[in-house]
């Protein structure tokens, strides 16, 4: 064993059940989308609706300008530099704005910044997929 | 003050120079690209090299196939669930190989996953953002 790799890590396949829970176990994630200048991610608050994301952004912001009926992704994760391993779970699938916002189960997202985010996007997945790096 | 809203965050923009400084103080970040699919976003282990990324990756796998010579988003983060606050910084700019990979400076990155990756990619940011959410 190098130095290098003191916990050289392995990659497994999440199933789809905990995929689903881990999502559930989130608070933000980062959304990926494209404008006219090619990709961009950021991070953003969610809740989660049975298995669709909903995120509440502002209603004249590039999420929901370049998000809404278009594919995006989503990724959550939770990493650990120490043992350089952790988990990522990807969802890509179709954002729609849905208004108003009746989920009619689970949790309304909770933005953590301030200001008007009264515009609710529903991503639903047509691939969800999780990778987790177990150390070595 | 409503319970729902214990650290409600104030968005501020970070400079320059604190982006670049953050940038080098992970190890991780999110590089989102575009496939025939749409949008996907995943976690990579990188290093600095003055004021750009390099990657490591798989020669064969979805990130070299569809980030070379194109247009791609890398975030890193640190939030906090608990205060709920945190910075973001988002690199927009356009992936390119580069064989062999000597970095004039900055370190070679350090993937933690097993594996042969020898397929290395340099992204030249045209855009630099971050953001922290300060708790109120």
Redesign the interface.
């Known amino acids: 064993m190098s130095t ?1 790799h003191w ?5 497994r396949d999440i199933p789809h059940p905990e995929c689903i829970h881990l999502l559930q176990s989130q ?2 994630g ?1 959304i ?3 404008d006219d ?7 953003i608050n969610y809740a989660m609706d049975g298995e669709d994301i909903l995120i509440s952004t502002s209603a004249y912001g590039v999420v929901a300008r370049a998000a809404t009926n ?6 959550v ?1 939770s ?1 650990d ?1 120490y043992t ?2 952790g988990w ?1 779970v ?1 969802v ?1 699938g179709r954002a729609t704005h849905e208004s108003p916002l009746i989920p009619p189960s689970g949790e309304h997202p ?1 933005p ?4 008007t985010r009264s515009y609710h996007l529903r991503i639903v997945a047509d ?1 969800v997929r999780g990778r987790r ?1 177990i150390p ?1």
Request: without cysteine.
């Open positions: 290098d916990y050289s890590s392995k990659l608070q933000v980062r990926a989308f494209e200048s090619g990709p961009d991610v950021l991070p278009s594919r995006v992704a989503f990724e994760d990493l530099d350089e391993s990522s990807v890509r909770h953590w910044a301030d200001g691939v790096l070595a």
